[in-house]
């Protein structure tokens, strides 16, 4: 077998140049096509977010519950993104979407090192993420631009229903404002103002101790000077309601005020029967009451149960005779206070006096106008509480970018390199099938010529 110079290579490869370059160019221009027929359906939404608040460090919720990152594709806040972004007009369904989005923990490099050290220690390392990878495969009837749009849109609802879920959001409701107090005596509105203020100022209080330093940005406001703002309408402007309202006997309808309180009477009468009751048979377990091991207590059907901790039951027996006591004790002051209104309204006579009710009128309405003024200013001030508080509690730290799982570079330089050595083999290819074909010719024409030598 002859051998092939590195001459002869050159010159084959020279004169088939065109050749090589022919079959690298139809190389590059199907790898276009197949990377570009590729892309779509490669196309992915990535962004990044970073959850943080106190707990997640331990893989908990605000409220101590174990913390789900799955939430984040929950069907509630898939349909809310749809319904968001306008996309659910496409026909796409939620958990279509929620199929196509992966959600990976991000772990810092320092992390993996420490868990592999004490790993090879022998020891346990647990690590909870707090960042996490969001990518979507973008729906091919969607663009560039919706599939950004949708996973913003994802991540915004999930920060919504996360807050809502979790951040505890109380808000004060104004009911004497929605109060149709003309409906209503004047007691009863002295009443329902009272104990709304009542109500906002435990709630400012437990505010305060929740975090007495927060002062609003945009009212300006502490949960302590709030709380001072409605005592000041309770001890001032409704004080002053109450005692015009108290010394003058003011009422709309004297006989049915009379009515309503003596049923109040004889609703409370009972109740305070029933504490009483509690109260003393309370105390009677307790005089029967022996520390022993065991306690035997009778359920409802007469058997015995058995306790293993006589001396709880015991200081049970006694909060519950303490507590039944209390309250029936403060029944009997209201029942009390009833039937003293009753004889007053009983004793009084003739009509309330029409410059009396019109200023009784008018105080409710400075009230209502005060009122209604604080407890908005009480809401903007809660509203910059819970975005202090929680509003950074999930955070995107990236913006959401389109990827693709094709490498454009790379299948070009497969198709390039593909194309070369495609030419390169066909080349060759031609060139050997040549010279073997002109040295069967070669070796035809000797076999011929030494027969007729013969001949």
Do not use: C
């Not at 009784?360 to 910059?384: G, Y």
């Amino acid at each position: 077998m002859e051998e092939i110079s590195l001459r002869e290579i050159i010159e084959a490869l020279w004169k088939g140049k065109w050749i090589i370059a022919l079959v690298t160019i139809i190389a590059l221009v199907l790898g276009g096509v197949g990377t570009y027929l590729m892309i779509p359906g490669s196309q992915s939404v990535v962004t990044i977010i970073e959850i943080n608040y106190p707990g997640i460090e331990n893989g908990k919720n605000p409220d101590g519950t174990e913390f789900d990152i799955r939430q984040l594709t929950s069907p509630y806040v898939i349909d809310r993104a749809l319904k968001a972004t306008g996309l659910n007009s496409t026909g796409i369904k939620p958990e279509e979407v929620r199929r196509n989005i992966d959600i990976n923990p991000i772990v810092p490099n320092e992390i993996v090192q420490l868990a592999e050290t004490m790993i090879k220690q022998g020891k346990e390392y647990v690590y909870y993420p707090s960042e996490f990878k969001i990518s979507y495969k973008v729906n091919k009837a969607f663009s560039y631009n919706q599939g950004i749009a949708l996973i913003d849109a994802v991540i915004d609802e999930y920060k919504k229903y996360f807050y809502a879920l979790y951040s505890d959001v109380k808000t004060i409701e104004n009911a004497i404002v929605s109060l149709d107090y003309t409906a209503y005596d004047y007691p009863d509105v002295v009443e329902v103002i009272s104990t709304q203020i009542d109500g906002i100022m435990e709630f400012l209080v437990e505010k305060t101790e929740e975090d007495a330093n927060f002062r609003s940005s945009g009212t300006s406001y502490t949960f302590a000077d709030l709380n001072r703002s409605f005592g000041i309408l309770k001890t001032v402007d409704t004080s002053k309601l109450e005692s015009i309202v108290n010394a003058n006997t003011l009422t709309k309808d004297r006989d049915k005020l009379i009515k309503d309180y003596e049923y109040r009477v004889k609703r409370m009468e009972l109740e305070r029967a029933k504490k009483n009751s509690e109260a003393e048979e309370a105390r009677k377990l307790m005089e029967e009451f022996k520390k022993e091991d065991l306690v035997l207590i009778p359920n409802s059907g007469g058997n015995e149960l058995r306790t293993e901790n006589p001396v709880s039951y015991y200081n049970t027996l006694a909060e519950t005779a303490i507590t039944a006591s209390v309250e029936a004790t403060g029944l009997q002051h209201e029942i009390e206070y009833y039937k003293k209104e009753i004889e007053r309204l009983n004793a009084a006579t003739g009509s309330n006096s029409t410059s009396l009710t019109q200023e009784a009128d008018q105080m409710i309405e400075v009230i209502k106008t005060k009122l209604l003024s604080l407890i908005n200013l009480t809401n903007k001030t809660l509203d910059d509480y819970y975005s202090y508080k929680y509003g950074e509690s999930i955070k995107q730290v990236i913006p959401s970018e389109m990827v693709s799982g094709v490498s454009i570079l790379k299948n070009m330089a497969i198709a390039l390199a593909a194309g070369i050595i495609l030419g390169v083999f066909i080349v060759f290819a031609r060139y050997y099938w040549k010279i073997t074909e002109v040295k069967t010719e070669d070796s035809s024409n000797k076999t011929e010529d030494v027969q007729k030598i013969r001949d």
